[in-house]
């Protein structure tokens, strides 16, 4: 089965040549020149938020949209290499002073309304990906749940509206499987932050130790 889907990108390649959202080069979907060049976030965006790129920038823009819209699994494999090597340059030191060990990686999930209509959740896909690359990591997706049908955020005007969108659109359940871990939260892009401040707080209240957020983009 691996022969026959490394024959089919082969195929794909071919015919539709994957070239870098920055410089366009054939090849790599960012080269190591633009990835240099591309203006990062530098620290934490608020205490227990890890982002790697401006979303200002077009490049990250659109290899978001490639994400979030075609699904692109060779992308989400892109950044979340970028989003777990960015992370780990802090994580290391929540380890040393917090303990912060063996996490759940959950990726901010989709109503059922917007994944049957979209097909699939690019945080899904990034938590996916991200918890691949360290086998301290557990992927768990069956304790957050989105139960609310909620506006997108990206048409709302202001932080207070974004924030009154999401209040309770969330759900924790089988709560033993968080009580007292440590989780780190998945999303594509961080902007006022209250998707990712309602979702861990419903985690925090459920019983979790500690919830750090990590994203591509701010």
Same mark, same amino acid.
């Given at each position: 089965m691996?022969?026959?889907?490394?024959?089919?990108?082969?195929?794909?390649?071919?015919?539709?040549?994957? %070239?870098?959202?920055?410089?366009?080069q054939?090849?790599?979907?960012?080269?190591?020149?633009?990835f240099a060049? *591309?203006?990062?976030?530098?620290?934490?965006?608020?205490n227990? /938020?890890?982002?790697?790129?401006?979303?200002?920038? #077009?490049?990250?823009?659109?290899?978001?949209? %490639? *994400?979030?819209?075609?699904?692109?699994?060779?992308?989400? #494999?892109?950044?979340?290499?970028?989003?777990?090597?960015?992370?780990?340059?802090? !994580?290391?030191?929540?380890? !040393?002073f917090?303990?912060?060990?063996?996490?759940l990686?959950i990726?901010?999930?989709?109503?059922?309304?917007?994944l049957?209509?979209?097909?699939?959740?690019?945080?899904? !896909? !990034?938590? #996916?990906? /991200? &918890?691949?690359?360290?086998?301290? /990591?557990?992927?768990?997706?069956?304790?957050?749940?989105?139960?609310?049908?909620?506006?997108?955020?990206?048409?709302?005007?202001?932080?207070?509206?974004?924030?009154?969108?999401?209040?309770?659109?969330?759900?924790?359940?089988n709560?033993?499987?968080?009580?007292d871990?440590?989780?780190?939260?998945?999303?594509?892009?961080?902007? &006022?932050?209250?998707?990712?401040n309602?979702a861990?707080?419903?985690?925090?209240?459920a019983?979790?130790?500690?919830?750090?957020?990590?994203?591509?983009?701010?």
């Amino acid at each position: 089965m691996q022969t026959i889907c490394n024959i089919f990108k082969l195929v794909l390649n071919i015919f539709f040549p994957i %070239s870098c959202f920055r410089c366009k080069q054939n090849g790599v979907y960012l080269c190591e020149s633009c990835f240099a060049e *591309l203006p990062k976030v530098e620290g934490k965006v608020e205490n227990l /938020f890890f982002t790697i790129f401006q979303y200002k920038e #077009r490049a990250v823009r659109d290899m978001i949209w %490639s *994400l979030k819209y075609r699904g692109n699994r060779d992308v989400a #494999r892109l950044l979340s290499e970028y989003m777990y090597e960015w992370f780990c340059e802090d !994580l290391s030191d929540e380890t !040393l002073f917090r303990g912060f060990v063996h996490p759940l990686v959950i990726p901010i999930p989709l109503s059922k309304k917007r994944l049957r209509k979209r097909g699939f959740n690019q945080a899904e !896909l !990034l938590a #996916r990906e /991200f &918890t691949m690359r360290d086998t301290s /990591f557990t992927l768990s997706t069956n304790v957050l749940y989105k139960i609310k049908d909620t506006r997108s955020q990206t048409t709302l005007k202001n932080r207070t509206e974004r924030m009154a969108n999401v209040i309770d659109s969330f759900e924790a359940r089988n709560a033993e499987k968080i009580k007292d871990k440590n989780i780190i939260l998945i999303d594509d892009i961080y902007t &006022t932050g209250a998707t990712l401040n309602e979702a861990r707080r419903i985690l925090i209240n459920a019983g979790a130790r500690m919830v750090l957020c990590c994203t591509i983009a701010h």
